[in-house]
């Protein structure tokens, strides 16, 4: 339970700091944030993915622990999927955003059972709706 409040603290940290990033306005768009549209467009999925697949503690997730990095020092802002037990390990999803808005996923979740459900939450949650469930 400790440490499941760590991580959350963790990620709600990293995530509060990509929010309140300093920088000069920016000719990017966006209304002068700072922010690029690639971490403009991760945020949100990350927010979802965190409170849908983690913070509700939804079972099909319990062996995967999220590594965070939306100010990734190589400017893609993305998150990982990483083995509960191995959080230094390699990452089993790799959810990540690149130009003016794509988000990409890949890695080996993709291809196992739990794969149609992340694509479709990631999908979803990429075009606005943070819900965590589909609608019929």
């Known amino acids: 339970m400790k440490k499941l409040c760590k991580v959350t603290a963790a990620i709600s940290c990293l995530l509060a ?7 000069s306005k920016s ?4 209304g ?3 922010k690029s549209a690639a971490l403009r467009a991760m945020e949100p ?4 993915a ?3 697949w983690f913070a509700s ?4 997730f319990k062996s ?4 965070n990095e939306l100010n990734a020092f190589g400017g893609t802002p993305r998150f990982l999927l990483v083995p509960v037990r191995d959080y230094g390990g390699l990452p089993l999803l790799v959810v990540q955003a690149r130009g003016s808005s794509r988000i990409e996923h890949f890695g080996p979740l993709t291809s196992q059972p739990l794969g149609a459900r992340i694509e479709a939450d990631l999908a979803r949650w990429a075009s606005g709706n943070g819900s965590c469930f589909a609608t019929a």
């Open 32 to 34: 002068g944030s700072g």
């Open 50 to 52: 965190h409170k849908c």
């Open 27 to 30: 000719s990017e768009g966006g």
């Open 17 to 23: 700091l990509a929010a309140c990033q300093a920088g």
């Open 64 to 67: 995967y622990r999220m590594a």
């Open 57 to 60: 503690k939804d079972p099909a």
């Open 45 to 48: 999925v990350a927010i979802a």
